[in-house]
């Protein structure tokens, strides 16, 4: 007879879809003009609308509608042209109406994807179930007195949009990344500042476990409000061994709603789905239903900027450069501008690509900044790129001594500045060949050992020679030279 194993042998995989707020970043509120800007002091920005004061009545932002089409249709959604608010009803103290207007039945945009990349080189598609509109409400502070809680009602109102993604995330790996590109679309689209610290991107993570093979979901809890793409990871990875351990010792999961603790790394229940709220949504009256015309979705449209991915690809075919080459540019719009700037005078385009993601890169990193702070223009660093590829400058010299100087004169173009530095390669054959004639006699010993066979000595005679040339020598030539001479 066979025991079965104490430990079940189970291999479970994780099922995850997330539910993202991200903070539109409109000058004014959803239905209001009251300021929408973080920071200030509290209640600074409110107004009858925000306060809910009888008779008050909201009226719709139109820029919320266009970032949110914006939005939809970078993730390749279907925008839906007939919009109405619901009110989701519930009692808080933060929520002086005593409901949230939102989009229930009826989103403004849905059925799209984000495709991502994994560090393994794998693509996922996730699906977008859907984007809506909502306003956020005040924040309750409960830290501030002993005895008394505070409400501070400047961000009831502040333009929401809710990003539900299909259950399609495996791994907290694809939850991170999916986040990270969010993050990036957001940014990059001009729509919020993205800033998980201050509440502009905030998330609740659904999670769920079955055996590896199953088709069938298993039952979800959902992680409230994770305000940072390190605490999505921590809670996923908590859940999933969580949920993998409670199963594996025969119990099951209860769908429930829970808070994650930063401090610990762990989850705890806040209500179970028998506790649910009923938001017994219904239209809001006191909101027209908008209508997005074929003319304003085609201005949408127009205005939108190219696309990280499109951006990539088109840079991929046009110079031939690797996706993660100019994954670099598609996610820097400065750098991509200072990249078009160059390209309209520089010689060899590749050329300007391979500075910019080489030693220019090198460069802003040492000093912990952007494009912003290389302070050569990019028409004068496209001369200094066409001077090295003439062959009059070596690049080390262009780096160390020319870029350096150009930044502290911009006025100057590059190649007089270089002569006045005198940097430029000396043409002078006459005088090269005569430091080589010197190197030669000096290393006698490793000249021996050249005509032996021992050919990687030659870098050493290539290397003293441009020494004595102040590194103003074309380095290919004087290879050329000094293999004549050892002939
Ligand atoms: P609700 O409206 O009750 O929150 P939804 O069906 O809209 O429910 O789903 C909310 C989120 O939960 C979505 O992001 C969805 O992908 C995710 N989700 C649904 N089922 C599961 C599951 N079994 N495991 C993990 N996530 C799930
Ligand atoms: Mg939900």
Redesign the pocket.
């Known amino acids: 007879m066979t025991t079965p194993p104490a430990v079940s042998t189970h291999d479970f995989e994780l099922?995850?879809?997330?539910?993202i707020h991200v903070q539109l970043n409109t000058a004014s509120k959803i239905f209001s003009s009251d300021s929408a800007t973080f920071g200030a002091q509290p209640n600074a920005h409110i107004s009858a609308v925000s306060l809910a004061l009888p008779g008050a009545l909201p009226k719709l932002n139109r820029e919320v509608v266009e970032k949110a089409v914006k939005m939809g249709l970078a993730l390749n959604c279907t925008i839906n042209q007939l919009n109405y608010f619901d009110r989701k009803n519930y009692f808080y103290a933060d929520l002086p109406k005593g409901y949230q207007i939102t989009q229930d039945a009826e989103p403004i945009c849905r059925n799209g994807y984000l495709d991502l990349v994994l560090a393994d080189g794998t693509e996922r598609r996730i699906g977008i179930?859907r984007i809506h509109l909502e306003e956020d409400a005040g924040k309750s502070l409960h830290d501030q007195d002993e005895n008394f809680s505070y409400v501070d009602l400047n961000r009831a109102g502040v333009p929401l949009i809710e990003i539900?993604?299909?259950?399609d995330i495996r791994s907290a790996e694809e939850a991170s990344l999916l986040l990270t590109e969010m993050r990036k679309l957001v940014r990059h689209l001009g729509v919020s500042d993205g800033n998980m610290e201050e509440g502009s991107l905030r998330c609740d993570a659904?999670?769920?476990i079955r055996e590896k093979g199953a088709t069938a979901?298993?039952?979800?809890c959902?992680v409230k409000n994770l305000n940072s793409i390190r605490n999505v990871r921590r809670a996923m990875d908590f859940e999933f061994n969580r949920q993998k351990e409670l199963v594996s010792a025969g119990g099951s999961i209860v769908q429930s709603t829970l808070t994650f603790d930063a401090d610990q790394g762990t989850t705890a229940p806040m209500r179970s789905k028998e506790e649910a709220n009923d938001y017994r949504y219904f239209p809001d009256p006191d909101l027209a239903p908008v209508s997005i015309s074929e003319e304003w979705l085609n201005a949408i449209k127009a205005a939108m900027p190219a696309l990280p991915a499109e951006i990539t690809h088109k840079l991929v075919s046009d110079f031939g450069i690797s996706n993660s080459e100019a994954g670099i540019f598609a996610e820097d719009a400065a750098l991509l501008d200072y990249l078009h700037k160059a390209l309209e005078t520089v010689k060899n385009p590749k050329s300007v690509i391979n500075w910019l993601t080489g030693p220019i890169r090198a460069l802003l990193n040492d000093r912990g900044t952007d494009i912003s702070g290389f302070k050569v223009d990019a028409a004068r660093f496209a001369e200094v790129i066409n001077l090295v590829d003439d062959k009059k400058l070596t690049q080390q010299i262009a780096i160390q001594q020319l870029l350096p100087a150009l930044e502290l004169q911009p006025a100057k173009d590059a190649a007089t500045l270089a002569a006045e530095m005198s940097l430029l390669i000396t043409d002078n054959g006459d005088q090269l060949s005569e430091f080589a004639d010197q190197v030669l006699e000096k290393f006698k010993p490793q000249v021996q050992a050249y005509k032996n066979g021992k050919k990687g000595v030659l870098g050493l005679f290539v290397g003293e020679v441009m020494k004595m040339a102040g590194g103003k020598a074309d380095a290919q030539k004087l290879n050329a030279l000094l293999q004549e001479k050892l002939k």
């Open positions: 099922v995850s879809g997330l539910e179930n539900v993604t299909e259950p659904n999670i769920s979901f298993g039952t979800r959902e």
